[in-house]
């Protein structure tokens, strides 16, 4: 879902980009986080929690609480709510802590 | 609170809860321990968490062997149903220079004489066992399988239980703040909740150890300082040993959940007895961790803390009664190692207290090893 219309603010949404999530291709636009992306394709489940491997979603949306981390090109544990979206990104969901490379 | 005790242990670190549940298990009765926080709230849980047995000077060795003995079957000698978390991954220690490496050579043959199964490591062993580390730092190293780390929180949790179930009082909380000496010995206790009249005092307040000592008017030989810690965000696991370097001035190790703990000295630190966090630590944490282990350097640091370290000129505990005063005892000046020697502590202590025949022999690390400076062994394998 992405807001179109606002009483008060006005989106003035980037170029359309590419990105892929666990290999699916999406869409999203320039100038928005990953996660603003990943939320406008209705996908809701982000991973799972490390110990008890119960699904996550989205949260906080400021960096704060680490339920939105994914793997983004490789680099694991990365805050999608606060990372701007990248043309040809690949996102994974993590189902574990996150693998460091 | 009682205001009568046989025996008054200072400090509910694992120190005081080892020695309590020792002197009980050898069936000494109306015990207290006396704690200014909670249990384990000094710097037994502030400590890195490690156990090795890879030391430079005889006792140490012996001292940290009998621990870790002790520790592979805690949790069942304390009837301890969470368990205590130990794991042997080993301790990759690592050596910057040639001098280094030869004197972990020297140690090694002093850990081997001990029982001890450590071994000189070259530089592609050691990138074997940690592939991450930038072995261009280092010119060798020396691993002890046997090593590894624990919950310290655990561990004292299950000296304190056993010790409770055998009748041992702990009163968290409260602060000693004299103690009262007659005619050259012991007489009792004064604590912010009360007084307790006794004839035995155990001096295990790890930082605060002279100061408690200078309250019944003996001097030790124990100079605090704070050492600091930080942790990261937790990963797979990717480190299984602790990485120690004293020249490059780091241990690190990644801890079960996965995030990595480390710490480093700093001759400037403060010695007030603060536990403050500096952004100074975390500097130089961070610029040595950026150039010896890169791949961890793009971790976040979740938080920072410190603890004290309790040092003696030769970085070996003490193990004594006092002179000055009849009834004191110490067990203190641990050097950042107490948790390591908690095992051990406690029946040492015991033994000496009760006057049991020793069941290892700790006369050495009595004060008189401080007596005579030239012939101090001093502890080359700190950080």
Same mark, same amino acid.
């Given at each position: 879902m992405r807001i179109e219309e606002h009483p008060i603010l006005t989106f003035e949404r980037g170029k359309e980009l590419t990105f892929y999530l666990d290999g699916e291709e999406m869409k999203g636009y320039e100038g928005e986080t990953i996660q603003a992306a990943i939320h406008a394709n209705k996908v809701k489940l982000l991973g799972y929690?490390?110990?008890?491997?119960?699904?996550?979603?989205?949260?906080?949306?400021?960096?704060?609480?680490?339920?939105?981390m994914m793997t983004v090109d490789g680099v694991a544990n990365v805050k999608t709510c606060t990372t701007l979206l990248k043309e040809g990104m690949r996102v994974e969901t993590q189902k574990d802590k996150g693998v460091l490379r | 609170m009682k205001n009568r005790a046989d025996y008054v242990i200072i400090g509910g670190g694992v120190s005081g809860c080892s020695i309590a549940y020792n002197l009980a298990k050898n069936g000494a009765k109306n015990i207290v321990v006396i704690e200014k926080k909670y249990i384990c709230g000094g710097s037994t849980g502030a400590c890195g968490a490690g156990v090795r047995m890879q030391w430079g000077t005889e006792m140490n060795c012996k001292l940290?062997?009998?621990?870790?003995?002790?520790?592979?079957?805690?949790?069942?000698?304390? %009837?301890?149903?969470?368990?205590?978390?130990?794991?042997?991954?080993?301790?990759?220690?690592?050596?910057?220079?040639?001098?280094?490496?030869?004197?972990?050579?020297?140690?090694?043959?002093?850990?081997?004489?001990?029982?001890?199964?450590?071994? !000189? *490591?070259?530089?592609?062993?050691?990138?074997?066992?940690?592939?991450?580390?930038?072995? %261009?730092?280092?010119?060798g190293g /020396?691993?002890?399988?046997?090593?590894?780390?624990?919950?310290?929180?655990?561990?004292?949790? /299950?000296?304190?239980?056993?010790?409770?179930?055998?009748?041992?009082?702990?009163?968290?909380?409260?602060?000693?703040?004299?103690?009262?000496?007659?005619?050259?010995? !012991?007489?009792? *206790?004064?604590?912010?909740?009360?007084?307790?009249?006794?004839?035995?005092?155990?001096?295990?307040?790890?930082?605060?150890?002279?100061?408690?000592?200078?309250?019944a008017g003996v001097t030790i030989p124990v100079k605090r300082e704070r050492h600091q810690i930080l942790v990261t965000e937790p990963v797979t696991p990717v480190q299984p040993a602790m990485i120690m370097g004293f020249k490059l001035n780091i241990y690190i190790q990644q801890s079960l959940h996965g995030s990595f703990i480390m710490g480093r000295n700093n001759l400037n630190e403060a010695t007030d007895g603060r536990v403050t966090s500096t952004w100074q630590f975390l500097d130089e944490m961070s610029k040595t961790v950026d150039t010896l282990l890169p791949l961890i350097s793009k971790l976040r640091v979740i938080r920072q803390w410190a603890g004290l370290y309790a040092m003696t000129p030769n970085r070996q505990p003490i193990y004594d009664k006092a002179q000055e005063v009849e009834g004191m005892y110490l067990a203190c000046g641990f050097s950042g190692h107490g948790f390591m020697f908690g095992p051990v502590t406690g029946v040492a202590m015991a033994d000496m207290i009760l006057g049991l025949t020793p069941t290892i022999d700790v006369a050495p690390l009595g004060l008189s090893q401080f007596s005579d400076k030239s012939t101090l062994v001093i502890e080359p394998a700190v950080v």
């Open positions: 929690s490390s110990e008890l491997k119960r699904p996550r979603g989205f949260y906080c949306a400021i960096g704060n609480c680490s339920s939105c | 940290s062997k009998f621990s870790i003995d002790y520790y592979e079957n805690a949790a069942q000698a304390l %009837d301890y149903a969470d368990g205590i978390e130990f794991k042997q991954k080993g301790y990759l220690l690592i050596a910057a220079t040639n001098s280094e490496f030869d004197q972990f050579k020297k140690n090694v043959v002093v850990q081997k004489a001990c029982g001890i199964p450590s071994r !000189i *490591v070259s530089k592609e062993e050691a990138k074997e066992l940690a592939p991450h580390l930038n072995t %261009d730092m280092i010119v /020396a691993f002890c399988e046997k090593d590894g780390f624990l919950n310290p929180f655990k561990t004292t949790d /299950a000296f304190y239980r056993a010790a409770k179930r055998l009748g041992v009082e702990f009163y968290p909380y409260t602060q000693v703040t004299g103690i009262t000496v007659e005619n050259g010995r !012991i007489k009792g *206790v004064d604590t912010t909740q009360g007084y307790i009249e006794c004839p035995v005092v155990v001096n295990c307040a790890g930082g605060f150890s002279a100061d408690i000592a200078k309250m």
